[in-house]
C-alpha cells in the first residue's frame, strides 16, 4: 500500500513507549540495525501515538484487542492476527478505538530495508493477515530478539541480523506468496513422504515421531485431522500397496519382497498381508498391475 499525500510531520529515530510498558531501546553500546523492541499491553487510547516520520521500519504484530494505525490522517482499524510493515517515509502514529482501548502487541524497529523490498518501498506500508502459525513463529522470534539484547555480547549482533531474516521471511511469505499450506499440512506430507521411505523401518511411529520432533499423541492428532485415521493405519496402507506392486513384478519373489519390506521370515510378511488385503500374495500377482505411485493416506 502506498502512502498517502504527504504533509509536514515530525521525524524521529522511533516512537519510544512510555517506561512502565515492556520495550527495549538500542543505546550506542550495541551496535547493529535493531532499532527498538515493544512488547505487551498498550493503552492506545489514554496513550496514543502521533504520526510521524521515522528513520527505521516499523514491524507491528496485534496479539490481542483492535488497534487503529494512522497513515497520515487516514485510520485503519488493525485486528488481531493482522501485522503492518511501515516504511520510514510513511507518516503513522496509533489510537484506540475509545478511552479503555487495550492492545497486545509485539513490535520491532529495524533500520535496513526488508531484504525483500527496494529503496522505492521507504514511503509504503504493508497490511497482512497472518496465520496462526506465522503469529506463533513471530512471537518466539521476539522473545529471542529480547534474549539476544539481554546477552549483548560478541554474538548479539550476527544474531540478530539472523533472527531479522527469519521474521521478514514470515512477513514475505505472506506477503509476496499464496500460501497453500498450513503447518499440519506440511508436517503430514513430511510424514507421509518419510513413511514412503522407510516401509522396512522396525517401529515406524516411534522413529517418525523422533524424525517430526513431535509426540505420539500429536502425531495422532495430526492423521486424525488430515486422513480421518491413525499414523500405523497409514503406514500399514503404504506398506501393503508397494507390496502389491513389487509382487505383480514377475521377477520378484515373495521372500524378496518381504525382506525388502523389513520381514524376517516370508510366512510372517504372508500372514500379514493376507490379514490386511484378504488375499493370499500368491493370488495378488494375479491382479491387475498397479500404478507405480504410490497412494498416500487420506486419499
Given amino acids: 500500500m502506498s502512502a498517502p499525500n504527504k504533509k509536514t510531520y515530525p521525524r524521529k529515530a522511533a516512537h519510544v513507549p512510555p517506561e512502565e510498558r515492556p520495550r527495549w531501546v538500542n543505546s550506542s553500546d550495541l551496535d547493529g540495525s535493531l532499532v ?25 504484530v496485534i496479539l490481542k484487542g483492535l488497534s487503529v494505525l494512522k497513515i497520515g490522517e487516514a485510520e485503519h482499524p488493525i485486528r488481531p492476527g493482522e501485522a503492518v510493515l511501515v516504511g520510514p517515509d510513511c507518516p503513522m502514529g496509533w489510537i484506540g478505538k475509545s478511552t479503555k482501548a487495550r492492545s497486545t502487541i509485539l513490535g520491532w524497529s529495524w533500520r535496513r530495508t526488508p531484504f525483500f523490498l527496494g529503496p522505492e518501498s521507504q514511503s509504503s506500508w504493508y497490511r497482512v493477515r497472518m496465520p496462526r502459525e506465522s503469529v506463533s513463529r513471530l512471537q518466539d522470534l521476539h522473545r529471542r530478539c529480547r534474549q539476544e539484547v539481554e546477552l549483548s555480547d560478541c554474538a548479539t549482533s550476527p544474531a540478530l541480523d539472523a533472527l531479522r531474516t527469519l521474521i521478514d521471511t514470515e512477513f514475505c511469505r505472506c506477503l509476496k506468496t499464496k500460501r497453500t499450506q498450513t503447518d499440519d499440512s506440511l508436517r503430514f506430507q513430511l510424514a507421509t ?107
Fill in 36 to 60: 527498538l523492541l515493544a512488547w505487551g499491553d498498550r493503552f492506545l487510547g489514554k496513550e496514543p501515538i502521533p504520526v510521524y516520520l521515522h528513520d527505521s521500519w516499523s514491524y507491528t
Fill in 193 to 299: 513422504r518419510w513413511m514412503a521411505q522407510h516401509l522396512d523401518a522396525d517401529k515406524p511411529i516411534q522413529k517418525l515421531c523422533e524424525y517430526l520432533q513431535v509426540s505420539p499423541a500429536t502425531l495422532k492428532l495430526l492423521f486424525h485431522r488430515k486422513s480421518k485415521g491413525s499414523p500405523f493405519n497409514g503406514f500399514q496402507k503404504l506398506k501393503f500397496a508397494q507390496a502389491k506392486r513389487l509382487l505383480q513384478e514377475r521377477d520378484t519373489s515373495i521372500k524378496s519382497v518381504a525382506l525388502t519390506l523389513g520381514y524376517q521370515h516370508p510366512n510372517h510378511f504372508s500372514r500379514a498381508f493376507a490379514a490386511y488385503t484378504g488375499t493370499p500374495p500368491k493370488q495378488a500377482r494375479a491382479q491387475p498391475k498397479m500404478a507405480n505411485k504410490p497412494e498416500l493416506p487420506g486419499k
